[in-house]
């Protein structure tokens, strides 16, 4: 088996994408950043899912108290728009005739009821139940300040991000609800594979990593 990654640092994100998790089965120490500046359009607060036309974007509004500045912990999330119930009917149309939709909707619909004050709790709180669905049982360590450049540790807060390009990765096909109409979708949120494959995923997400090596990083 090719060697794990040993101490890596993540962002937060919500309903991370399959890259996030190969990533993360495959570390041996696992950090979340807390102090960092909030960045938009990052998997900080939002996510892919694949719905009946293909790729659907979701995104959880946000307040910034400090504008463009704000620390990612001090992140507010709007309520304004009952966005709640808009991304869980899209995660129902999604999904609804998956295999294993039935089996994990109860765990992760107080995800889409519930109100949480701060993104961060948001993202911390359904990243453990990912990882206890999925059968991941490392444990999570959040940081404390804020390091631009850490050392002794596989930075990735700015490297898995929807800007960037992931033609290098060889991702393991799976089936998923809608691909007869637009084909393989790499790289969704964890929930398109863990409704899909249930508990096959941290196996596809192990076989990834094999099949791609260490990712260039």
Not at 36 to 65: C, D, F, M, W
Not at 137 to 143: C, L, P, Q, S
Not at 156 to 166: A, D, E, Q, T, V
């Amino acid at each position: 088996m090719k060697n794990k990654y040993s101490s890596v640092l993540f962002s937060s994100a919500c309903l991370p994408p399959v890259e996030y998790f190969i990533y993360l089965v495959n570390s041996d120490k696992i950090w979340i950043e807390n102090f960092e500046t909030y960045h938009k359009q990052t998997y900080r607060s939002r996510y892919s899912i694949y719905g009946a036309n293909g790729k659907l974007t979701l995104s959880i509004p946000v307040t910034k108290i400090s504008g463009h500045n704000t620390c990612i912990k001090d992140i507010k999330i709007s309520y304004l728009q009952n966005w709640q119930n808009i991304h869980w009917k899209s995660i129902e149309s999604a999904y609804n005739s998956s295999p294993y939709f039935l089996f994990y909707r109860d765990e992760l619909f107080p995800f889409f009821d519930k109100k949480f004050n701060f993104l961060i709790e948001y993202n911390h709180r359904i990243l453990e139940l990912l990882m206890e669905l999925i059968g991941i049982k490392k444990e999570v360590n959040y940081t404390t300040d804020f390091q631009k450049r850490p050392l002794n540790i596989i930075d990735l807060r700015n490297k898995i991000s929807p800007k960037n390009k992931i033609s290098s990765f060889n991702f393991k096909p799976y089936h998923q609800v809608f691909e007869n109409k637009s084909g393989f979708i790499p790289n969704l949120s964890i929930i398109d594979l863990l409704f899909n494959e249930g508990p096959n995923t941290e196996n596809i997400l192990i076989i990834d990593y094999l099949t791609n090596g260490k990712f260039e990083i």
